[in-house]
């Protein structure tokens, strides 16, 4: 697989990541609630695991007592889900296909718990030697499926340590702002700690520019990726609503193929393409393209931002759509609960819904659209599903003893991390060609 699939299926999970990572900031109360038991296998609880239920009716979770119980018992209305856990120093474990019911308790979901192997190390950069903070590195195995990704603290140190089984890993830094990837190699063993696995990161170019039609007018939404000879370096993004993009990541100094491309609502992508010289560590702006394409069909613009009721933080990946007798649109809401409906909207009056899961749905009636003009703050508080609308899930986990001594993760990170190993190993079915060790 080429560096440019790789890069897009990284561009998707980036997308998730954002998404997911902005649940942590929900702050939603995550109580024991104590129903089923969670054992290792010489019959000592597993405090803390987190187990999560996730399915397209909605998504609940509970974090196990002191002795090891746990339920699920809101957020998860009728419907089919994915029940997994996590817990640091073991592998993830899940069972697909639980059926859910409102008013009754699904029983038995047991799943057993092995232990997880550890990589750690140090982050810096290749020119100055300073530690890098903030940087992910994400371990994935050699058959391309994702193990697990830890973050670099203040002196550049990461840790990972969790869902890690024995085997060869290649150890990234993918798309880590103002620096280009570089990967390496660690061989794991479950129980043990592989130490040593640094990333010396070398400063990235920053090309930027606009990708407008022939008569001026910015286009949104264009793909720009950018290539240099042999596929030595990649970066990619897309063009904001006034048609600008940035590429601050993966270029180091080199003669490029910028291509812009633009699929519309046509069969066929526009496409165009120019040559920019990049410097790593200096920004190349300007680099400017046209598309011939059909314009859109005028519309108004709807804007607003999704929250949770209770903690008034954002909501990543909520759905909004308008519905009239003009028109209809759609939008996702971003990693700051932020969501834009610019297209599909006539001017009239319009009936605007947003959903999540795990959530109420709530609509606004009677918004009024303009052309060419938008409607701010059509905003959404949005309530988790309560106990009474939701069914319940408890099991019994049993697991290896004595994991790797474990850093110890806040609950909402653990909830986080959880639901990024349900869309990775949805998102990460194929083998991907990873980054070649340097």
Do not use: C
Not at 235 to 255: C, D, K, M, P, V
Not at 315 to 321: D, F, K, N, R
Not at 376 to 387: E, G, R
């Amino acid at each position: 697989m080429s560096k440019h699939k790789l890069a897009v299926e990284v561009m998707i999970f980036a997308i998730l990541f954002a998404s997911v990572v902005q649940i942590s900031a929900v702050g939603i109360s995550i109580s024991p609630r104590f129903s089923g038991i969670v054992y290792a296998a010489t019959g000592v609880p597993i405090a803390n695991a987190v187990v999560v239920a996730s399915g397209t009716a909605g998504s609940g979770y509970a974090t196990t007592s002191p002795s090891g119980q746990y339920t699920i018992d809101k957020g998860i209305p009728t419907g089919t889900y994915t029940v997994s856990v996590i817990r640091e120093g073991y592998l993830n474990a899940q069972v697909e296909n639980v059926q859910v019911t409102v008013g009754s308790e699904t029983t038995g979901i047991n799943l057993y718990l092995s232990l997880s192997g550890g990589i750690s190390g140090k982050v810096t950069d290749a020119v100055s030697g300073l530690p890098l903070s903030n940087i992910a590195v994400y371990a994935f195995a050699a058959s391309g499926s994702f193990g697990w990704y830890g973050s670099t603290d203040s002196n550049g140190n990461y840790n990972i340590f969790t869902n890690l089984a024995t085997g060869t890993y290649n150890v990234s830094a993918l798309m880590p702002e103002g620096y280009s990837m570089k990967s390496a190699t660690a061989t794991v063993t479950v129980g043990v700690q592989t130490t040593g696995v640094n990333l010396a990161l070398d400063p990235s170019g920053i090309l930027s520019g606009r990708v407008t039609t022939p008569d001026g007018t910015p286009l949104a939404n264009v793909t720009i990726t950018a290539m240099a000879g042999a596929e030595q370096y990649y970066g990619f993004t897309e063009t904001n609503a006034t048609g600008h993009y940035r590429i601050s990541s993966g270029l180091g100094t080199a003669t490029y193929e910028v291509m812009a491309i633009y699929y519309g609502g046509g069969m066929i992508p526009s496409m165009n393409q120019t040559t920019a010289i990049v410097t790593a560590g200096a920004e190349t702006s300007n680099v400017n393209l046209q598309l011939t394409v059909s314009p859109p069909p005028p519309s108004g613009i709807i804007t607003g931002k999704v929250t949770d009721a209770s903690s008034s933080k954002p909501i990543a990946g909520a759905h909004v759509t308008a519905s009239g007798s003009s028109g209809s649109g759609e939008a996702d809401t971003d990693s700051n609960g932020n969501y834009i409906i610019s297209s599909g909207l006539d001017a009239g009056t319009y009936s605007v819904t947003a959903s999540a899961p795990g959530y109420q749905q709530q609509d606004r009636s009677d918004v009024s659209v303009t052309l060419y003009q938008t409607t701010a703050n059509i905003d959404f508080q949005l309530s988790p599903v309560p106990p009474a609308q939701s069914g319940k899930i408890s099991g019994t986990i049993q697991g290896d003893a004595n994991p790797i001594p474990e850093f110890q993760y806040p609950i909402a990170m653990l909830f986080v991390t959880t639901l990024i190993a349900l869309v990775l190993a949805k998102s990460f079915k194929s083998k991907p060609k990873l980054l070649q060790h340097d």
